[in-house]
């Protein structure tokens, strides 16, 4: 079976050649005497434009097709060069796999992406969400042609966990315990529950990534995290997928010249592989697209420090609905004025104050800022964030007692600590900010197959 995509990038070979294509009617014009089928076939942005006529045998039950109907069709490849579409296929025979009734949602007319949230098992047969999902492949597969071709080791680490990395308490946690049986009985017995203690989906695999680390050196994580967070907004989601490398050896300015080298690979890998989704994107979702693209991967990363950025913020605190001053955590407002408004490109934010940043990051010498980088990027904010880690084990034991967490269930963890203990560092790129980066499209729930977010768990 031939596809859209190779026809599309070799039709001169195939012209006057015979093809058999498959695919979904998207359009049905039909005259007495022939006929225009465009056909998804799946394989490739562009859809494939056939003429049938009444040479066919069956050409009055063609002429009547459904958009949304399931085809097989056998013809010849006409190059044709005057018309919009560089090849059409003229049709021997159109043979019907799967029929469609008139009610099928998708008629060619342009819906909203908030109708399209409400079909998600239908919607990856629209224009917009073959090019997202087929960018949010490349991308991930960008992602680990990047670390592989790094010699960075790709570790699997566990999604039920007894610990809460960030500490910020947002769990979901995971039991097999009657919960209507806990509500009646008034109190809970964890020796009933499989893992006879508390455990919950990971908010990030960083604290088993570093264990590979600190045998591997260069390591890499990628999979689903979950996080409870309260936040109904356009950047958050419930259940998504992070990427955690890990270096060792290596420090905060290790760490930054890293995901930058990260970003551009990626941003650079789908400009080259998915060019006809991007033009698209760029005409449809997001002006300024390309343009913003071919910036980041041309220019040098900001780096501000977030003393420094707090004095930048300040003077335009005016504009902004909450304050900014030094300790604040920095709201995406903020984050975007930053990176959209001062800087106008990527920036790392480096060495927040330590209480608004998790237990396991260097302290600074100057004992109140640790060595974090969140990396903010125009129009979406946050889309890393990263540090270089305590590797002293006295110091990471007292911020850990300091923070009312158990040094008990940091055992392995302190262990890093002990046996051989290096510098290192890591950091989260969040998969699915980097595909609404790469795209322009502005809601995560649209770059995710099934999204699931507060209140929402269709499917
Ligand atoms: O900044 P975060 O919380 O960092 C960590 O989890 C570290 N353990 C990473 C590390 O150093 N290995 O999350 C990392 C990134 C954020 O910058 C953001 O892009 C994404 O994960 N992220 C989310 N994406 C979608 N929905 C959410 N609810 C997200 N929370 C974080
Ligand atoms: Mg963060």
Redesign the pocket.
Known sequence: MMTGRTLFRNYKEYDQKEVEICGWVKSNRGSKKFGFLVINDGTFFEPIQVVYDQEMGNFDTVSKLNVGTAVIVNGTVIVTPDAKQPFEIHAKSVEVEGECPSDYPLQKKRHTLEYLRSISHLRPRTNTFQAVFRVRSQIAYAIHKFFQERDFVYVHTPLITGQD??G?GEMFQVTTMDLNKIAEEGKVDYEQDFFKKPVSLT????LA?ETFAQAFRNIYTFGP?F?A?D?NTT????E?W?I?P?IAFADLEDNMILAEQMIKYIINYVMEHAQEELQFFNKFVDKGLLERLNHVVSSDFGRVTYTEAVKLLEEHNDEFEYKVSWGIDLQTEHERYLTEQIFKKPVFVTDYPKEIK?FYMKMNEDNKTVAAM??LVPAIG??????QREDDLAKLEERITELGMKPEDYDFYLDLRKYGSTRHA?????F??MVMYATGIAN?RDVIPYPRTVGKCQY
């Open positions: 990395c960030e910020a908010v990030s695999g960083q990534g995290t996080r967070e936040s950047r958050h989601a419930a998504f992070m955690e890990e998790a969140d990396l946050e889309i890393i964030g990263g540090s890591g950091f989260g790129l969040g699915e900010r995560i």
